[in-house]
């Protein structure tokens, strides 16, 4: 496996720049966070991808072969997205029957043991699916697609706090039994830290963090403490950011603490993905 190659893709609508320039690569058997604020770039990314729409600059390579002309590239992934684009009036169970058609691999006896432990009727008709079980149903057919690459943009909309533990399980349970190249895309960024190996932040259609997520999250830390206390603390280092409540401050620095007097008062902790992810996207 080479892996999802992007190289100088810039996507224009109208006046509006989706992507500028971006170049990644996603590598074989590991697990990505692809994140960023609503109109980021995020899903015109995948769509690009997987040759659903077509960049104005710039290739996609998929193992070395072009997407937009090899229909071997297009089978090796598979992109779940928030659109339905399965006829409403078929059942789930003739669904799965006519993956299979398309892509080999698809496991119908997984996608059905998977439907028992979402409690999903396969007899149902997709038309009369609630947003939740329109997620869990897309989610099925992408995990047992046996896709060497799985997009997932927005995977768990819908989905209460069980059903989204669920597809955290079943999701590293599948990798863990069959690797594959797994990208996520969405905004429940709490979730899917115990989840991802790698992180890409995209802003404004370009990526401004591209790194294994330990790396990125040892880059500093957080400081807690009286405003005093942490204004002296913070003066001559480099700041992300910081949030005031009441009397007490907690500030985000890039760097490495040192030592600290037990005695200053001040409370030191890792970085927070989520809050590190907003104050790296903020305006």
Partial sequence: MNGIEVRNVTKNFGRVCALQDVSLKFEGHKIYGLLGRNGAGKSTLFKIITNRIFADHGQVFVDGQKVDNSDGALQRMYMMSEKNYFPESMKIKDVFKWTKEFYYDFDQTYAQSLADRFKLDINKKVKSLSTGYSSIFKLIITLSSNAPYMLFDEPVLGLDANHRDLFYQI???KYG???STVIISTHLIEEIERVIEDIII???GKIIINEPLEKFLSKGYAVSGSVMAIDRFISDKTILGADILGGLK???VLGSPGEIDIHS???VSKLDL???FIKLTNS
């Fill in 171 to 173: 999701l590293l349970e």
């Fill in 177 to 179: 039994e069959t690797p």
């Fill in 202 to 204: 995209i802003k404004s």
């Fill in 250 to 252: 907690t500030a985000y």
């Fill in 265 to 267: 008062g001040i409370e």
């Fill in 274 to 276: 989520q809050r590190l």
